[in-house]
């Protein structure tokens, strides 16, 4: 097989990018910005180029690149994207600019070390989705911890170094049973093909010959280290912390990517090394995340803070991912993915708005606010719009996510149960509550504040950051046939993988 | 033109487009308005030429599909945005552009001077977009996608004077009741779409109902599709127990009013039921729900519009009422005759509202009827054009009020029951009372303003919308004319209409046997009795108004329950809103997530943090201490050495 480089150009473009940036003077802080922009719209291109010259008719991974590494235990540096990765691949390129130009002036101490761990959580991130090794998968996994760690720490509010620490032992707590699992998963493979491998392709044919007792310990070590990524309730409260005490980079980033992570664990991973255990825990699992669209809504609806009230819908908003992949058919795990991409650009955008009103009026209490629409339009509108986007307002991205994914849990075979849908879909009610609440506590009535009168607009800069995530807003919600292809093959190889024994256990 | 008649969808986006983008630099109100009334004035004149190339066509050609581009292709689902020209969408797309034109014309007027002159005209074409994606959709998404966007412009619209005050709360609580309330409907419609999706593995229109007819379906999965639809349609329509949003819509500007009332928006479940109606006729249980539903709501809102001072809200509660006649007749099969009292509603209720909206500007935004009086003098036109639509509403021949109201009134009888007829009649005697009473006390008797006000007639852009609107309301009903009047042409509507309810009514089959004397009875007792209501209605507000007072005063307790409206929406706050609030805040948030879970999780960091604290005194630094333990170890050690030996 020949290597292709285009994925380690990828990955090593945001390392060489971040070692240069510590080259640089540390006083020169424009110029660290405009290196670090430059770096990370470089990054965005080579992942464009792959985009452009992936076959959507195949849905294996493709653009391959191997290079052993610890021969022994047969790890080696394997890396490819397949449609699944790809999508998040794109939303991870495509998100850190415009985290880095929107930090331009709220990030004004210790630039360079920013921009630095900024680049580091890109390869960080990068690498989870390219890693075709379970070994380099965790290595990236966890690498990932170290830039986030000190993002929040360093650059984030009063309480930053509980939230930060908080969120480290959280998600380490689960990683190390993942490990666990990798290797156990990896000695099982040594006695089925008679070698120590990690290589996630050849693992994909052992997962579903191991014995279903001890494949039920090896789903739930991974799905726990995912869940409390992604997260699901009741492993969530690790993230308000982190996000109202990240900087707005880090809760970008955070909601942006990282909480994808489990999702994408799940798909990745839970679904086709396990699928009889996935079938048995999907009910469970399903349970936990309806519990998640309600209860995170209605916790959301109660916030003082903005941020908060963000993050809290973050949990409603990955419970429905959560529930598209365990109902395990076509509609709704490509809703998941979509979703997954949706709530990257909406929360993305929300966390963005929150921290550009953050930055001139450093206060994020909703009651502080009240009749701005009059004083800064331009704001209100784009808060509005973000917000109806995520409320899923159909001709927007959200509907088309959270659609497919309540049609198809609605008829899935696996959870075989109307009323996880008939739940779910409840929480489009509570979204437009709390959203629209916020909203009009911020943008509407009379000004509260006096200060808020000297409130200026939105500048060009924050402008430019906001304008492509709308476009892809439209974009998904218009079109979204344009995503959809990309990770249809793909979706349809992880759900044979999970039906074949689903078939024969029916039979 | 047929073909083209994706341009009537995408026109009324442009208007809002341009008027969003650049209407707060245009400034000028001419152009912006020129702009917001011209592109629905086009949408109308190309569903105009769509409608007679339609009519041109044979009957069983009627129907075209006009498609634009895929939107969701996921397994078996595959919709589209395509556009579905027949008999039903055409006469909902004239209705919607040509009532809603003319309201944008009167709009001109109307939003003189306001600093948001731009933003009214760009959400006002939102909404006829939106509209005209519901009414013309060849698949439920889409209808979907113009069903929520009707919901977000009226947010948008009932909140327009967001620094305004509204009754108790503001302006902006009147606009987020309307949202919620119609996602709770949405939540409904979207279940409905799921178990059709289930059941049909399509969700376009011509595969759902085909498949309707050829499958073999079990009448409970169809009860269920059908009240879930419904549920959707009781929001959008503002029918028990979800109409409470509607009365509150009033907060935005008059022209609003008209455009959701009358034209747009409430009409949309009404238009939904009739488009499923071969799914209704599968589940007969619902339609006899929507039926009893609809004539409750009737009677429920007439007899609040009763004692209501507020000019609008008075208008309000007619809309609900009105509405609950088009399910009266959706659920006894009537469905053209719903059809037919939904087109002459949208002339004669948006006529009222346009009125209101003249007398309110006239009042310098004064609305309640207790300080009018004598207006007549000042606003002969508005005067004028508000008697005919009351006319028009009471069911006063010729006008077109009383053709499509008695035409359900009939099948109500016919198809349904006494019960049914009689409740429906009563309404209709309530109608006809309250409607005049807003007459009487606005534009007849003694001036009861001060001084400071001088009414006077409002502009001829504001009037020729009132004076089209009327002839309208005046003629609007001939094309439907009941077969007993109209001899062999039968109804010209009825006929339009038959092959989009062909199938429907032959799976229905009532054929009640129902004499033309009895039609005319019925008929006759009706009018007879909205003219007694109107004289009764001048008896007590012209002649003798203590009567009015006297009855208030000697019926207090009932009085009160319906000036407070029965209470609803102060049992909803209270059984549902605040144990929600309340709950999430006081249980949720500060219970379970901050002090059970984190609890868990901090305990379980402090548990660690203690023990190690505990271990750490081990480590003292003393080296004797460290020589000691050692010492006891070596000790132990050899005792369990010499022991196991």
Redesign the interface.
Known sequence: MENNYLIPYLLLAPFIGGVLVLFINKNKENLIRYFGLAVSLIVFIISLIIYFDFDNADGGFQFLYRFSWIENLNISFYVGVDGLSLLLVLLTTFLTPLTLLSSWSSIDKKVKEFTFFMLMLELGMLGVFVSLDMFLFYIFWEAMLIPMYFIIGIWGGKQRIYASI?FF??TMFGSLLMLVAIIWLAVYASSSLGYFTTDLVELYKVGPTVPKTIQNYMFLAFAFSFAIKVPLF?L???LPDAHVEAPTAGSVILAGVLLKMGTYGLLRFCLPLFPQSSISFAPAISVLAVIGII?GA??A???KDMKKLVAYSSVAHLGFVVLGIFAM???AV??AVIQMINHGLSTGALFILVGVIYERTHTREISEYG?I??IV?IYAFALLFAS?SSVG???LNG??GE??I??GS??STVLNN?WF??FA??G??FA??YL??MY?RV????VKNPMMNELKDMTKREMLVLLPIFVFIVWIG????TF?KVS?KTVRNILEQVETPHKAELK | MIQLIYLSVILPLLGFLINGIFG?RIKNEKVIGTIGSGVIGLAFFISLLAFIETLSLPVDQRQTIVEL???????S?DVS?AYQVDQLSLVMALVVTGVGFIIHVYSIGYMHGDKGFWRFFSYMNLFIFAMMNLVLADNF?LL??G???VG?CS?LLI?FW??RKFEKS????A??KA??VN??G??GF??G???I??TFGSLNFNDVFSRTLAFNVDTSTFNLIALFLFIGATGKSAQIPLFVWLPDAMAGPTPVSALIHAATMVTAGVYMVARCSIIYASAPAILTLIAVIGVLTAIFAASIGLVQNDIKKVLAYSTISQLGYMFLGLGVGAFSAGIFHLMTHAFFKALLFLSAGSVIHAMHEHQDIQGYGGLKKYLPHTALTFLIAALAISGIPPLSGFFSKDEILWYSFANGSLILWLIGAFTALLTAFYMFRLYFLTFEGKERFGHDKHPHESPKVMTIPLIVLAVLSVIGGYIGIPEIFSGEHGNLFHTWLAPIFKNTERKLAIYGAHTHLEEILLMTISVAGAALSIYFARHVYLKNPHIAANTAKKFKKAYNILWNKYYVDEIYDASVVNP??K???KI??RI??NKL??GL?NGT?SVVEVLSAKLRKMQTGVAQFYALVMMLGIVIALFWIILSL
């Open positions: 908080k032992i959280y009741p969530h409260t690790w209860y209605l916790v609806m109660v916030q058919n076509l509609e490509q809703g009749g629409a009059k339009p109806l307002l159909p001709g509907f088309i659609f497919l309540l049609l609605f008829k109307i849908t008939v879909a409840s489009v009610i437009a509550v629209l609440w009009q943008a509407f009535g009379e218009i079109y979204p046939s959809l249809e | 707060s581009f895929t939107w969701l292709n996921v397994a689902l945005f998404v979907f996608l069903w929520e966007g977000l947010y909140g967001y620094e503001t302006t902006a609580d606009a987020k949202f919620i996602r709770i949405d939540f979207l279940l779409m799921f178990l999706y289930m929600i609030v709950g999430s805040d949720l948030w379970a997530d879970i984190d999780v960091a």
